[in-house]
């Protein structure tokens, strides 16, 4: 697959106005869009540091000769790792590549966008609160929250706001693909890099559905709506969540690997899937990955390959092979015929 199949030229879009002209690609920008990558990208990486953050002082805490914080405070910092490095940073920044994906790299508007600075607002706006409510004490359930421990109900109610916004951008982003589909903004099929944040886009409606599956019920046991939670069923679901949430980040990384190689090489990116022996498909590794978000997914199961080619050389990254060695990052030069 050409470069120029993988992301698509840019073409006149229906409302100049509303686009700028990238001096560095010629590309055509939605400036609605461009804000939403950005503003969601910054909240992401912000969310990076604080986990970063939590990590190093962790860190600290568990080398016996600094022994930084006392018992508590390990565990809640735990718990503020927990969600800011597996559920924020990922989740914000899949929002920003979904924007970038259905916009940019189809040339297209975006699908609602008042509505998509309303659920970036609801998202952020549920990461405040439970980033309040485990900073201040109040949620010291760590990051799985397993009951019976129990956290102030605002806890659960803003993990609850973060995925109605984080579904509703879902929903806009494949709002947005019908929109570029009508307005003819691409020629062919969909470009491999939008596939790919497609794939990340299902995952992600997977995650945030489980995601409400334990929380509602956990936040309405708060309140003493209802007076139980079962642990194991609880334990069950949490985990298509947790599981799930970093499936996400997988896909949009090999989605964004693809975009790379294309704009950075400036030659084909090609997919060759181990042992299948067929380049002709869309990469089997993206919709592997969406059976096993549902299936309870483990990243050292991944078989595929991302197959650069430069000029008189090709790199193929293979991910996850399946041998019995299990080596998580396998990168070999290795000279493949011009098909």
Request: proline share 5%.
């Amino acid at each position: 697959m050409s470069a120029a199949a993988s992301i698509p030229m840019a073409s006149t879009p229906s409302a100049p106005s509303a686009f700028r002209t990238c001096p560095a690609t010629g590309r055509q920008i939605h400036r609605d869009a461009e804000a939403l990558v950005r503003v969601n990208a910054v909240v992401a990486i912000v969310a990076l540091l604080i986990g970063a953050t939590a990590a190093l002082l962790l860190v600290l805490t568990r080398w016996q000769a600094v022994h930084l914080l006392p018992a508590e405070w390990y565990y809640r910092i735990l718990g503020v790792h927990g969600m800011n490095m597996l559920i924020f940073f990922i989740i914000f920044f899949e929002m920003a590549v979904l924007w970038f994906a259905a916009t940019v790299l189809l040339n297209s508007r975006p699908a609602a966008p008042r509505l998509g600075w309303a659920s970036f607002f609801v998202m952020l706006i549920g990461a405040l609160i439970v980033e309040f409510m485990q900073w201040s004490g109040r949620a010291d359930v760590l990051f799985t929250s397993y009951p019976p421990l129990k956290a102030h109900p605002l806890f659960y109610l803003g993990v609850i706001l973060f995925a109605v916004g984080a579904l509703t951008v879902v929903g806009q982003f494949f709002a947005t693909l019908v929109i570029a589909k009508r307005e003819r903004t691409y020629e062919g099929s969909l470009p491999l890099v939008v596939y790919g944040a497609m794939v990340a886009a299902i995952i992600a409606v997977i995650t945030l559905l489980h995601g409400a599956m334990v929380y509602i019920p956990t936040f309405l046991w708060s309140i003493g709506l209802i007076p139980s939670v079962d642990p194991e069923i609880y334990r069950l679901l949490w985990w298509a969540l947790g599981h799930s949430s970093q499936q996400i980040n997988v896909a949009a990384m090999v989605a964004v690997w693809y975009m790379l190689g294309a704009l950075t090489v400036g030659e084909a990116v090609v997919v060759e899937e181990i042992g299948l022996g067929n380049d002709d498909h869309r990469p089997d590794v993206l919709v592997r990955l969406v059976a096993r978000a549902v299936a309870g997914p483990t990243v050292e199961h991944l078989v595929g390959a991302v197959v650069i080619q430069v000029p008189g050389k090709q790199v193929a990254v293979l991910v996850g092979d399946q041998r019995q060695d299990r080596s998580p990052f396998l990168v070999r030069d290795r000279g493949f015929q011009q098909r």
